[in-house]
């Protein structure tokens, strides 16, 4: 028992500074898209308006400044300290997962908004991850074992959920998803 909650915790850790970036982008969000409102050869919007600039620098300076606080606090010595690399590639990366399941799903036909279980809550980890591996593989090899990534992949969807009911109540969402 007390491992599986050491296990948690860890995975927590180790994921927030894209746990922040993600809802951090939603309230920083808003003006000028991405795709600066242009459409793909489809017809349909690139992104769509949900994916903006400010959302995309907002959010991934608040991963950035949770991680600087991390690296300053080494409160789990088990694992591998921050490097600069990793919070910045796991708060960019996240946010940069959110990009491409959003270019995907307009060109699947799906309305900005629409939900795309599982896939809307794994996105931006696949981005973290992805990110992380290609340009610090030693930090990330070393702290996300086997064990960590499981956690991370059964825990995201629920604090995914609990966090975008939360920001729906409060009006910050206009889907509880
Ligand atoms: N957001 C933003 N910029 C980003 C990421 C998110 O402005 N780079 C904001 C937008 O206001 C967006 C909200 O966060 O509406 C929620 O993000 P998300 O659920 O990914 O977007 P959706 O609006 O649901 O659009 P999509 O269908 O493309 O997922
Ligand atoms: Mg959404």
Redesign the pocket.
């Known amino acids: 028992m007390v491992e599986i909650i050491n296990v948690v915790i860890g995975a927590v850790w180790l994921m927030l500074p894209a746990y922040i970036a993600n809802p951090t982008?939603?309230v920083?969000?808003?003006?000028t898209p991405?795709d600066l409102g242009k459409n793909w050869r489809d017809g349909r919007r690139i992104?769509?308006?949900?994916?903006?600039?400010?959302?995309?620098i907002g959010?991934t300076a608040c991963g950035i400044i949770i991680g600087l606080i991390q690296i300053q606090l080494p409160l789990f010595p088990n694992f591998a300290r921050f490097t600069y690399i990793a919070i910045i590639t796991l708060s960019f990366g996240a946010?940069l997962g959110?990009?491409v399941?959003?270019f995907f799903?307009?060109r699947l036909g799906?309305?900005?908004?629409?939900q795309?279980p599982l896939v809307?809550q794994l996105?931006f980890v696949a981005g973290a991850w992805v990110l992380t591996y290609i340009f610090d593989p030693q930090w990330f090899t070393s702290n996300f074992t086997f064990e960590i990534i499981i956690a991370v992949l059964i825990l995201t969807p629920v604090l995914h959920r609990i966090t975008?009911i939360f920001g729906y109540y409060i009006k910050l969402?206009?889907?509880p998803?």
Request: charge should be positive; avoid cysteine; aromatic fraction near 14%.
């Open positions: 982008a939603v920083f969000g808003g003006g991405l992104l769509g308006n949900g994916k903006t600039i400010r959302g995309l959010g946010l959110y990009i399941k959003s799903k307009r799906f309305a900005r908004g629409a795309f809307d996105d975008n969402k206009k889907e998803w």
